[in-house]
């Protein structure tokens, strides 16, 4: 526990208790110090390589919303947005020095044991398991008594702030989609952002070094986010990203000044199953490092997620999704290396 002034406030800082990753090496460094080999603990099976034939390149279908559109309450953006959500689970819409730095200096901000804020990898579990090609550095940015200030860089110039402002302007963007959805389930505007009780919100900054071999290994592993919703900020000029869509795997090619929303494993809970988490990975490139900013959007570790009335009752469908502790999910995902959707069957109801 370390103590700090934030705000003019002093504040406990506990530890989240929601679990762990283990530490491996920097990404960064192994192409700095061989940009040719890559180890074998990089490298994935077969199946899971990235360049296999379920790759299909039709991203330029992925839905695009309005967000000017959706708060001037026009109802054909929701309608999008409701078609959006149930096809693709991930929209486009219109927003690195860090990692620059020499490791040692890199290294001052590594995720302590027990903690998953900071830099290092995530969801390392074990030893033996595949890992993935990229850095990272995970912090909580709202609200401000979850902020561990020991984890951001602030040797980096303007990073604090540009976070900050960035945290502030993702807070409305993600409230204002809170509230379409809340529509589209039947609930008040303010329905979702109710049931979150008190929301944070946490960044992943992910960095993806070249890769020699990007056809042997994956920047990200297909998973999707525990989030309830996630805005990604990614390179304009590189794609990386890719989606699970009617079982292959579409490149989100980038918009220049888009943000991709995808809906997180809370949101296909709540909604009983009506809008789903969708699978995504990442993929390397040889020409070009790429960076990526998830912003995750978390409800309060002691809410209920599980189907709400208003969508069972609405659609009549049976409830397939039982009503558990988000923190249990939490941890429960945490605990496990990334598998795609296979962490959400614990949000299911057995006799499906
Ligand atoms: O970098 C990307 O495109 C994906 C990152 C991601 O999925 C994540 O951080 O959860
Ligand atoms: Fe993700």
Redesign the pocket.
Known sequence: MDTKAENGVMQEHQELGWGKSLPVPSVQEIVRNDSLSVPERYIQEHKDRPLGSDSCPVSSQIPIIDLHLLACGDEDERTKLNFACKEWGFFQTAVAAFFELPLEEKKKYSMAENDLQGYGQGFVVSDRQKLDW?D?IFILTLPNKYKKMKYWPVTVTGFKEAIEEYATEMHKVTEEILGNLSLLMGMDKDGLRLLHAEMKQAM?L?Y?PTCSRPDLVL??SP?S?ASSI?V?L?DDEIT??QIRHKGGWVP?KPIPNAL?VNIGDAIEAWSNGMYKSIE???VTNEKRA?M?I?T?LIPEDDVEIGPVDSVVGTYHQPVMYKKIKYVDYLRYTLSRKMDGKAHTEFLKLENE
């Open positions: 990229g990272l992943r992910n993806y920047g990200v998973h986010d996630t990604l990614q990386g990203l989100v991709v995504h990975r990442a790429r990526s998830a995750f």
